[in-house]
């Protein structure tokens, strides 16, 4: 598992350097663009997301384990002048932080990949319990293998096993690569998007 707060105090978060609104132009814009309403960012770390979302009207709790990450987070919300519930909480746990489910929109951009095994599936199980009906779930991840600084990361097939029957896969997509140092690109930055199933019920 990535020693992420000592990559934070270091300034490594190679999960950062991509470009948040790239990331939320399909979500947000356009005919099928989602309906402002409550998110979840897993592993939250400095915020980016988060404060994204709340300028664009969306009710967000942020949750991370990183006491710095979190830090960053509570300043830059304040210096951009919105409002984001920040829990500092382990993601593998999460289902122990107190969240109350009906999140529309769900995401994790680099923290799940890199959890051991039990706590991926942790997390994905209560990604599960808090998702209303139909909701989006997105999950960044680089291919799985080993790499140097990075998590281990997940390839669909992963993301789809992890979830369960859940949800249903609607697209992968690769991030967007401008600002990322060539071995981060080169260890294929994805994004998943998967859609929670009317009625489906929590996992077993």
């Not at 132009?25 to 356009?30: D, F, T, Y």
């Not at 770390?45 to 009207?57: F, N, P, Q």
Request: proline share 7%; aromatic share 8%.
């Amino acid at each position: 598992m990535p020693p992420y707060k000592l990559m934070y105090r270091l300034g490594i978060a190679p999960w950062e350097w991509r470009e948040v609104p790239e990331t939320w132009q399909p979500i947000l814009a356009g005919p099928d663009a989602l309906e402002p309403g409550r998110a979840l960012d897993i592993g939250c770390g400095t915020g980016r997301d988060a404060i994204y979302l709340s300028k664009h009207g969306w009710r967000v709790t942020g949750v991370d384990f990183a006491e710095d990450a979190l830090a960053k987070a509570r300043e830059h919300a304040a210096n951009e002048g919105v409002q984001v519930e920040w829990i500092q909480g382990d993601v593998g746990r999460l289902d122990q932080v107190g969240l109350e489910p009906g999140y529309t929109l769900l995401y994790d951009f680099g923290c799940i990949q890199g959890l051991p095994d039990a706590a991926r599936q942790g997390a994905a199980n209560a990604l599960t319990r808090l998702a209303a009906p139909g909701a989006s779930l997105l999950i960044f991840a680089f291919k799985a293998g080993r790499h140097i600084l990075l998590p281990r990361g997940m390839n669909q097939e992963d993301v789809v096993a992890l979830l369960g029957g859940g949800w249903d896969f609607a697209e992968a997509l690769r991030a967007k690569e401008d600002r990322m140092p060539r071995f981060v690109s080169r260890a294929g930055p994805t994004v998943y998007r998967l859609t929670r199933r009317d009625g489906g019920g929590p996992p077993a």
